[in-house]
């Protein structure tokens, strides 16, 4: 298909724990079942923006939405089996998160992103992430360390059978409770931004190899031995490799 041209085939992509083709309860409706109260509309929405969302950067992840295509809001919220609204909410979202543009009267174009831009998310988050990495190799326990161990082992096996949605999920499930340790929930936030935007694949790139994935999740587990062994030397060596993307 064309760039440019609204994909009214879209697919959604479904995130760990999500159905591949998700359906709204008919709660989420507006109706309901006799005997079965209606949950608040309030919390209806919300929760089928927040399923929506989730599939919708799977999709983006795993290059289900490609790069310079549009795609319209009716035709994915078809495929979801939900009114446009949420989806379209969902894309607002993600436009203010820089993964697609506003395409007036057609939909949202997922944005076209090339390898410097993605050095440049690199180089940011190493010039947040290192210092306090390093930082808190000095000052965390062992036992504080050991706690992370089941995040790392995620990465690793997600990576195994070559999930990328599910990769990027768990990649920044452990980097967001490593910062977490420093309990500044400002850097947590900020850090985990700029770690979603350097997961949106490049154009002309398909999405990560399971060698790759493989290769980055060993890092995780190579770094927790060191952390925990407080070898400072390797630390600072593997948390450096890690950000090896920051040369611009």
């Known amino acids: 298909m064309e760039q440019g041209k609204a994909r009214e085939n879209a697919w959604p992509y479904a995130s760990p724990g999500t159905p591949q083709d998700v359906r709204v309860p008919e709660q989420?409706?507006?109706?309901?079942?006799?005997?079965?109260p209606p949950a608040p509309r309030t919390v209806q929405r919300h929760s089928v923006r927040g399923q929506i969302l989730d599939a919708l950067r799977a999709a983006l992840v795993g290059g289900e939405l490609a790069p310079g295509e549009v795609y319209s809001a009716p035709a994915l919220g078809a495929r979801?089996?939900?009114s446009a609204t949420p989806v379209r909410e969902a894309m607002q979202q993600l436009a203010v998160e820089g993964a697609v543009e506003v395409v007036p009267n057609r939909g949202f174009r997922v944005s076209e992103r090339g390898p410097r831009e993605l050095a440049e998310l690199a180089e940011v988050r190493a010039l947040i992430e290192v210092p306090v990495m390093l930082r808190l190799a000095r000052t965390v326990p062992a036992s504080g360390w050991c706690a992370l161990r089941p995040l790392a082992d995620a990465t690793v096996a997600a990576a195994a059978v070559g999930d990328r949605a599910a990769y990027a999920e768990s990649d920044r499930a452990f980097h967001r409770a490593v910062l977490?340790?420093?309990g500044n929930q400002q850097l947590v936030s900020v850090a985990d931004d700029l770690h979603r935007r350097s997961q949106w694949p490049l154009v002309d790139s398909p999405a990560g190899r399971r060698a790759e994935l493989l290769a980055d999740a060993s890092e995780h587990t190579a770094l927790l031995?060191?952390?925990?062994?407080?070898?400072?030397?390797v630390v600072r060596s593997l948390v450096r490799d890690h950000f090896d993307g920051a040369d611009v």
Request: aromatic letters at 4%; charged letters at 25%.
């Open 225 to 233: 031995d060191a952390l925990i062994a407080r070898d400072l030397t």
């Open 180 to 182: 977490a340790l420093s």
């Open 28 to 36: 989420a409706r507006g109706e309901h079942t006799h005997g079965e």
């Open 80 to 82: 979801f089996g939900v």
